[in-house]
């Protein structure tokens, strides 16, 4: 074993640093994530990022070089992400763009398509959105109600999605509708690009729990979309938005934030009693089992890169990542806001300690255990896909979505 | 990066998983165990004649040289398959001598532990070293409990001052059995009377129960995985209200659970068996392998007993080896709070440094 890089990634990763170095100053220590909303000026920094990326082929690493790409490797792009982490570069508003959407156009689209939307998103000129969740349709996505009807050479759609991050300034979303409501429930789906500025869209900003807004609710009146829109088959919109949610498993990853450094450091300045609280056992126990499952997972991680570097597939120690550090992510929040006494409760990055990175975790952790698939949708996942474990009994197996019982949320 | 066990050692577990099937599928142990018969020791010389018992002992002395992460991964088979052997203690004395003994040390005893025709064992006891000190060559003091002091020739002692070889056949060494909760394995209290002892040339005990921790992390997660792997068969072939009960999600989110930390546990192991050949990372990461196995095994276990019902509380569902493994291998070598302390106050070190 070793965890040296290959001398081809490590000439790899000196370029990328010579390329950080030149654009970027590197992070400072315990700086509080951004949980405010998105402003114009944050989305403009972005996007310059993204071009600046782009110019010098760190955008598109696995991108094929037709649509700007580098045609990378997979160790490139982790040693890149890897790098790029240490800077201040702004919060990105491309993962649903780059990361996902436009990987699953290059599976599915048309030639005219795949001139015309690649490029631009790679550049940082046009932001992406996810239309997926509605109301009724969540984890159960492939119940959602969102309505197209064939029309000419339209679609003509009536419905709501809910939760869209960023729709408020994308460009493009990607929509998954019901075509068929007569069919199966997986069966009905049909896929389709978006312009986010077509008449009969509203987007109406939800406020979140830190009163921020970041995501939206989408609402579609009679919208209509001509068929060259449409991203795969007529009834195949299913099998497209799960490649682009395998592509979401890839990107979102792990969770941001306060980690081990982050609350020992806090448990070394913090005095209980006259001692610092790291010499009290009570507190020992909880660094002790973060540290173990911080590590864990790193090493959980080097594992899977280690099968991507020998060219295989990363196995099944992939999965755990997101379900793991989202709740430490909560525990450690609420922990931190509880070593400072008192002051736990004060949320004025001037006053409360490490500018509030506690307090303000606190109040996103929960997205991460909600977002891109549930704790106990995960969990799931892994008794089914890993473990072997027989699916759950449902009740709308065999039904045709029309007949599928609902509740009344 | 290359962070996963070489090929060759990856192609050997299959041959050391078909060897431990083979002698001892499930319910084999658990018949062993009723029999009394406690040493299998037909199965120890087959063993040696493969080489297992000497794996990571040079061939100078007698072994055959393949290195840590061949024996970590016979550990970890070991684990799971629990023969009636004492693998860990003898290997475990193996390690603190090729750690820590002197080259004359090593050519005296290695050859012997490498083929085994000698056992060794080790005596770290509780609290650690503090109780045993030595005068001019000889230990006085007792050790409690001591795994598979009853079968092994000689120890490695954990002393204030260092390590000890002592031969158990000497005068002014007494054995006494004592029940433990591990019944595959026996224990016992050692008293030393100022017994004749050899110091090991370097290490103390907090060193060499650094080494012995990442082994017993891969003797853990063995033994968490094994747990998983029958709570899961299990799961899949008990039927209740009509469907599998590995159907449910009360069952199916437990599993996962063990799943999880079983990966994390896994991890963090073979990060320790990376640092038992770079010394200034090991003992924050025997430490992490320690508590990330002893928290997996433990979860393992007790899920195991409870996905079997009632039936995993019976003799024998087999349930209770895993379980009584499990947390008599999350003392033996320092409880939790020992490992916690020490994972801290090296990361603390560490920064202050
Ligand atoms: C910050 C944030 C950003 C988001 N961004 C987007 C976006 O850009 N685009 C988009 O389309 N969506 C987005 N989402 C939506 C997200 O994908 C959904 O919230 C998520 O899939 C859960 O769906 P739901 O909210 O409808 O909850 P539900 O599915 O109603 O779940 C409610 C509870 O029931 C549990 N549950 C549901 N099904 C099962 C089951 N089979 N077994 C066990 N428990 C179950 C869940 O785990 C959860 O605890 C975002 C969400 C958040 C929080």
Not at chain 1, 227 to 248: F, I, P, S
Not at chain 2, 65 to 75: K, Q, T, Y
Not at chain 2, 256 to 270: Q, W
Request: charged share 25%; aromatic share 8%; proline share 4%.
């Amino acid at each position: 074993m070793d965890f040296g890089d290959t001398p081809a990634e490590a000439a790899f990763r000196a370029e990328a640093r010579a390329f950080l170095d030149a654009h970027m100053p590197l992070k400072e220590a315990h700086r509080a994530h951004v949980s405010r909303a998105m402003t114009p000026e944050d989305v403009a920094a972005s996007k310059a990022w993204q071009r600046k990326k782009a110019e010098h082929g760190f955008a598109g690493i696995l991108w094929p070089t037709a649509y700007g790409g580098r045609d990378g490797t997979q160790m490139q792009h982790i040693i890149f992400a890897q790098e790029e982490e240490r800077y201040a570069v702004p919060t990105t508003v491309f993962n649903q763009g780059v990361g996902m959407a436009m990987p699953t156009v290059m599976a599915f689209g048309t030639p005219e398509q795949l001139a015309r939307y690649p490029r631009p998103a790679l550049f940082g000129d046009e932001v992406w959105c996810q239309l997926f969740s509605e109301p009724a349709a969540g984890s159960d996505l492939a119940g959602l109600r969102t309505r197209a009807v064939r029309d000419g050479d339209d679609w003509v759609v009536n419905g709501q999605k809910i939760w869209t991050s960023y729709a408020h300034f994308a460009d493009f979303g990607m929509l998954v509708v019901r075509t068929d409501p007569s069919v199966a429930k997986h069966a009905g789906l049909t896929f389709f690009i978006v312009d986010m500025k077509t008449p009969g869209i509203e987007i109406r900003p939800i406020r979140q729990i830190s009163g921020a807004s970041n995501f939206s609710e989408v609402f579609f009146t009679d919208v209509r979309l001509p068929d060259r829109q449409r991203l795969g088959a007529v009834g195949e919109g299913w099998k497209v938005a799960l490649t682009m949610l395998a592509n979401e498993r890839f990107t979102v990853g792990r969770a941001e934030g306060p980690d081990f450094d982050e609350i020992f450091a806090l448990a070394k300045a913090v005095r209980i009693d006259g001692r610092r609280a790291v010499d009290d056992s009570a507190v020992r126990e909880r660094l002790a089992a973060w540290y173990v499952r911080t590590a864990g997972l790193k090493y959980a991680r080097l594992r899977s890169q280690t099968a991507l570097s020998r060219g295989k597939a990363p196995g099944p120690e992939n999965s755990i990542g997101k379900l793991v550090s989202a709740s430490k992510l909560q525990d450690i929040a609420t922990f931190g806001i509880d070593l400072a006494g008192t002051a736990g409760a004060i949320t004025d990055p001037e006053i409360a300690a490490m500018h509030g990175l506690f307090q303000q975790a606190l109040l996103y952790a929960p997205s991460k255990r909600i977002a891109g698939g549930t704790d106990e949708v995960l969990r799931n996942i892994i008794a089914e896909r890993v473990l072997g474990l027989p699916a759950d009994a449902r009740a709308d197996k065999g039904l045709a979505f029309n007949q599928i019982p609902t509740g009344a949320r | 990066m290359n962070f996963d066990f070489s090929e060759d050692v990856k192609t050997m577990r299959e041959e050391v998983r078909r060897v431990l099937r083979d002698r001892y599928p499930r319910g084999e142990v658990r018949r062993a165990v009723d029999a009394g018969a406690r040493f299998d020791r037909d199965f120890w010389r087959l063993l040696g004649d493969m080489g297992w018992l000497g794996v990571a002992v040079p061939e100078r002395f007698g072994g055959a040289e393949l290195g840590h992460e061949a024996l970590c991964m016979i550990v970890e088979e070991v684990g799971a398959a629990l023969p009636p052997v004492p693998f860990m203690a003898s290997v475990g004395a193996a390690e603190a001598l090729l750690a820590f003994g002197s080259e004359a040390q090593c050519a005296r005893w290695l050859p012997g532990l490498a083929c085994g025709e000698t056992i060794g064992c080790v005596a770290p006891g509780e609290p650690l070293a503090s109780s045993i000190a030595a005068t001019g060559g000889r230990l006085t003091g007792e050790k409690l409990p001591v795994i598979d002091g009853d079968i092994a020739d000689i120890a490695v002692v954990m002393a204030t001052d260092g390590l000890y070889l002592v031969e158990l056949t000497a005068p002014g060494v007494e054995r006494r059995a004592i029940e433990t909760l591990d019944l595959v394995r026996s224990g016992i209290r050692l008293t030393l009377e100022d017994a004749p002892a050899e110091k090991l040339a370097g290490g103390d005990a907090a060193q060499l129960l650094d080494r012995l921790a990442v082994l017993a992390a891969f003797e853990a997660v063995g033994g968490a995985q094994a747990a998983l792997d029958m709570a899961v068969g299990y799961a899949q072939e008990r039927y209740a209200f009509g469907r599998p009960i590995g159907s449910f999600q009360a069952i199916k989110h437990k599993l996962a659970d063990v799943y999880v930390a079983t990966e994390l546990a896994r991890s963090n192991a073979y990060y320790g068996a990376w640092a038992l050949a770079h010394e200034a990372a090991l003992p924050v990461a025997a430490a992490a392998a320690r508590l990330g196995a002893s928290e997996a095994f433990t979860l393992a276990a007790k899920e195991n007993i409870q996905v079997h019902g009632g039936m995993g509380f019976t003799w024998e569902s087999d349930c209770h080896l895993y379980y009584r493994r499990a947390r008599a291998l999350a003392v033996d070598l320092g409880a939790g709070w020992y490992w916690r302390d020490r994972l801290v106050e090296q990361l603390d070190r560490a920064e202050a440094a």
